[in-house]
């Protein structure tokens, strides 16, 4: 009877323990005091999104213009890039950016992907206007910040990568820069890949900076492959490109996120 | 990935091994299922959605009535059932792993529950190609050692010679040797092993 209480009791405090360390994994808010918020609705189609705005802590005494970087799925992934711009600009005595925070104002899915393929999808054009024409010249107009093209960088994970892929070839002119972590490459007979390859002329001379990340352990036979083709064909046929690829040693589809989050922004403060 | 998604699953897996150290009243020495050795083959799957096929084979040997020592061989098929998808074919994908692991075993009527922790090694292949023709055909190909470490559950029922026996392995690697980060409990949930089998008392 002892023993069996005994072990009753070191199981329930097993559990306990795993269950409160894994509800403090939380992660670290970016500094509220530097952090801006507003919502806008999109004329194309119809969606208010949430923007918060994180500046960089010499941002009004500077008076400098400072460059950009759009976030997709900011809600997840504002707090982590923010900081992390921080810290990485820091390390490297280059000045931070503006990070913008795009939340959802509709499904992802239906935002981040270019050609509808069900109900859900297909809302990427309307998105990236929106982009294009009614967030980037707000925060060029509220925020300091440069107003060129190399000047924006954009950042998506999963369908946001293919949302950035399918950026850099159908509207090359917005953004300079492009961080895609494990890309939806594969979505829709690789569309995005045949995207590329339409406007590669108009864009294949341009200056940019690609980062691409993937997880090693992502084998669901659908990421790699594409992954490569994208990678390859960057590399064969874009001349003025500075580009790079990270594969996250055994690490999965999330699990892959923030490491490669952590060295596509260190690709880029580096030689942006 | 916010924390809530996964504490729902991770009581889930480890509440049933807390309800069977539990449940059963203890038995009287003779009622024991006692066994030295066994050799307990069996089939499996991960819970990255069932499409990964385990062949697997545990060798158990309790030298002791509360000290359990075991070796855990996996050969396993991986995406079985989607090989070619949107013009990617996948040429292979496997994985091997190997693990060697000590812990405990609770004795019951008609059945014995083991806890152990293993530790050892996982060989990862796979390949892939683009086979798109409006593209050029792109492979991409990954093979990797990783450490294996995790936890194991073992249940035997029965009490002849030939008796059924279940496996549950979570596995511990990569988190939180990446970080503390809750996403990279993705790939460890995607690994965690169901396997059944028929098992073979040896002595």
């Known amino acids: ?272 | 990935m916010k924390t809530s998604k996964y504490l729902p699953l991770l009581i889930l897996v480890l509440a049933p091994t807390y309800g069977f150290a539990q449940r059963e009243p203890a038995a009287s020495p003779k009622d024991y299922p006692t066994r030295e050795l066994t050799i307990e083959p069996g089939i499996g799957i991960h819970t990255n959605f069932g499409t990964d096929l385990l062949l697997a084979g545990l060798i158990q040997w309790n030298p002791y009535k509360r000290l359990s020592l075991a070796s855990h061989t996996s050969f396993n098929i991986n995406n079985l059932l989607q090989r070619d998808f949107n013009y990617i074919k996948t040429d292979y994908n496997y994985s091997f792993n190997q693990k060697f692991g000590a812990g405990t075993t609770f004795y019951s009527r008609k059945s014995t529950h083991t806890l152990l922790l293993m530790i050892g090694a996982k060989y990862t292949a796979f390949k892939e190609t683009v086979y798109n023709p409006a593209v050029d055909k792109v492979s991409a190909s990954i093979s990797a050692l990783s450490p294996d470490y995790g936890l194991m559950y073992s249940h035997k029922r029965g009490l002849k010679k030939y008796f059924f026996t279940g496996r549950l392995y979570v596995p511990l690697y990569p988190w939180p040797v990446k970080g503390s980060d809750i996403n990279f409990v993705d790939g460890n949930i995607n690994n965690i092993a169901l396997e059944v089998g028929v098992g073979m008392k040896v002595k």
């Not at chain 1, 009791?9 to 808010?29: I, K, M, N, P």
């Not at chain 1, 999109?42 to 500077?62: C, E, H, M, Q, W």
């Not at chain 1, 107009?141 to 999963?158: K, M, P, Y």
């Open chain 1, 1 to 272: 009877m002892k023993r069996q209480k005994l072990t009753t009791l070191t199981l329930g405090a097993l559990v306990g323990a795993l269950v409160l360390f894994l509800a403090s994994c939380s992660e670290e808010e970016f500094n509220p005091s530097l952090t801006r918020e507003f919502s806008i609705q999109s004329t194309f189609n119809g969606a208010t999104y949430k923007i918060k705005v994180g500046l960089p802590l010499d941002y009004n005494s500077s008076g400098i213009k400072h460059s950009s970087i759009y976030v997709l799925d900011g809600e997840e992934n504002f707090d982590f890039v923010a900081n992390h711009c921080e810290e990485i600009s820091d390390r490297y005595s280059v000045t931070n950016v503006v990070v913008v925070g795009i939340g959802y104002g509709n499904d992802r899915e239906l935002d981040y992907t270019p050609t509808k393929i069900s109900p859900t999808t297909g809302g990427g054009g309307d998105f990236l206007r929106f982009l294009e024409n009614e967030l980037v010249p707000r925060i060029e107009q509220e925020f300091s910040v440069d107003t060129t093209r190399n000047s924006r960088a954009i950042l998506g994970h999963s369908y946001g990568g293919l949302f950035v892929a399918c950026a850099l070839a159908v509207n090359n002119q917005l953004f300079g820069n492009y961080i895609l972590l494990s890309p939806s490459i594969w979505f829709d007979n690789e569309v995005s890949l045949l995207l590329e390859k339409e406007y590669r002329e108009r864009n294949r001379d341009k200056p940019q900076l690609v980062f691409l990340g993937i997880g090693q352990s992502e084998n669901l036979g659908r990421m790699q492959a594409p992954f490569e083709a994208f990678y390859q064909t960057l590399r064969d046929n874009y001349s003025s490109i500075s580009l790079s690829k990270n594969r996250e040693d055994d690490l999965d589809h999330m699990g892959s996120k923030n490491p490669n989050i952590i060295k596509g922004l260190t690709y880029y403060f580096k030689n942006r």
